[in-house]
């Protein structure tokens, strides 16, 4: 009977061609998958996964919002103009906001001519003007381009360095820890033209190599992510914690040139500022022109970000209150998750980096929610707890169930909740 099975599939035409032809190709893909480093493979599936996801989810919100009647509100309207200068296609062009367009705008000044806009750093702009010209000139898809990118490395990070600290490099510890920083509540703010990967991705570079011990790599990167924001040469203090962690805590004149020896590349991270100031300097005439930039075009000055976060609490702003209220939650989390000794250098970068926002005051902490992204232990703490039976889900369909509200909210132009 089996003979006579063979003998009938045989002569049906290509009958024995497509069970081989499917074999084929499923070995072929095996192959290819295999020849992937695994961190890889999962990194991209979740980048391109989340990619789709959000993109669809975007282009479905703002088709439905176009039917309510008054959309978009009037001061959100000439966002909607920007973004169709920059693309028809809205599943590109939702990916741009406010700031997006400052950047294009400092990507495509030319260097050769006096000038005048000093209130935002320019890593992340500069990065852009060598991509445009292999772009057709379109310097607002270079920078998208180098945000995406970013992200992919940064998820890269999140695995290596969630698999270190988590557990004894375990895989389902990464995996974790790259699931829990894309739940973070504007954690979709990643994908857009805006420098949250950017800073992020430097942030767990720095992180993963000072583990590893490898302290010019540290220096190198922490020198470009002073560049890529205000509050990056402030992360020398997490980062020489982490030195002072590798020597047991140890204080003494007879270990001080011990930390000279292994620590001095984090000279180059406040020397990324400088580099900063210097180009104010040299275009503008002012060492601090980015300091008066920033006072003079939104109010900005230094104060006490407790005084901030309490006046928000009490006043009558719900919008406020919800963005102070997030921020004492990630604080929280952090507190309580990262309180193990080895943790501490982790637990005063989440503290920097959510403090200082605030310490600017309003002006700034109307865009808490989208600097709060730079806190991404809190997403290593949610990835430990996460290890306990059933904690998993909720948290994730929690998180999931806040980014979604935060997202369709950001979509419908009342952006300045968000940044």
């Known amino acids: ?55 669809l989810v975007g282009v479905l919100v703002l088709t439905a919002w176009d039917g309510v009647p008054g959309a978009p509100p009037a001061d959100e309207a000439m966002t909607r103009v ?3 200068r920059i693309s028809s296609h809205r599943w590109v ?23 005048k806009d000093f209130g935002f750093p320019l890593l992340y702009p500069f990065l852009a003007r060598p991509l445009a010209p292999l772009l057709g000139g379109h310097t607002a898809w270079a920078l998208l381009l180098v945000a995406n990118v970013a992200l992919l490395f940064q998820l890269w990070f999140a695995y ?26 504007t954690a979709f703010l990643f994908q857009a033209a ?3 990967s950017l800073f992020v ?15 010019l790599v540290v220096g190198i990167v922490g020198y470009f992510l002073a560049m890529s924001r205000s509050v990056g040469f402030v992360v020398v203090i997490p980062l020489a914690l982490v030195l002072l962690r590798q020597h047991g805590w140890r204080l003494s004149p007879r270990s001080l040139p011990r930390y000279v020896r292994e620590g001095w590349p984090l ?25 008066h930039a920033q006072e003079k075009g939104w109010g900005i000055r230094v104060q006490n970000p ?62 808490l929610l989208r600097y709060l992204l730079a806190a991404f232990p809190v997403a290593l703490v949610l990835a430990r707890w996460a290890r306990r039976p059933g904690l998993d889900g909720w948290l994730t369909a929690g998180l999931a169930l806040l980014q979604g509200a935060l997202f369709a909210v950001w979509l419908t132009y009342w952006t300045h909740l968000i940044i």
């Open 1 to 55: 009977m089996a003979d006579e099975r063979r003998a009938g599939t045989a002569d049906v035409p290509g009958s024995d061609l497509r069970p081989t032809g499917r074999a084929r190709l499923a070995s072929a893909g095996r192959r290819l998958a295999g020849r992937i480093p695994a961190p890889w493979g999962f990194v991209l599936a979740v980048f391109v996964g989340s990619k789709i996801v959000l993109s």
């Open 82 to 84: 920007q973004q169709d």
């Open 93 to 115: 062009s939702l990916w741009f906001a406010w700031d997006s367009f400052i950047y294009d705008h400092l990507a495509r000044l030319p260097l050769d001519q006096p000038w």
């Open 160 to 185: 290596r360095l969630g698999a270190r600290l988590l557990g004894d490099e375990d895989p389902d510890d990464g995996r974790r820890a790259v699931r829990y920083l894309l739940l973070l509540p």
């Open 194 to 196: 805006l420098t949250e």
């Open 201 to 215: 991705c430097l942030a767990l570079a720095a992180f993963w190599y000072a583990e590893q011990r490898r302290w």
């Open 267 to 291: 000279l180059l991270v406040p020397a990324g500022w400088l580099t900063f100031m210097a180009f104010c300097r040299w275009q503008g005439g002012d060492w601090f022109a980015y300091q």
């Open 306 to 367: 407790l005084g901030v976060a309490g006046s928000a609490l009490a006043g009558d702003n719900s919008a406020d209150a919800l963005r102070v209220w997030i921020a004492v939650a990630m604080l929280a989390v952090a507190a309580v998750g990262l309180r193990r000794r080895a943790d501490w250098p982790y637990l005063v970068y989440t503290v920097i980096v959510v403090l200082v926002p605030l310490s600017m005051g309003p002006p700034v902490y109307k865009s």
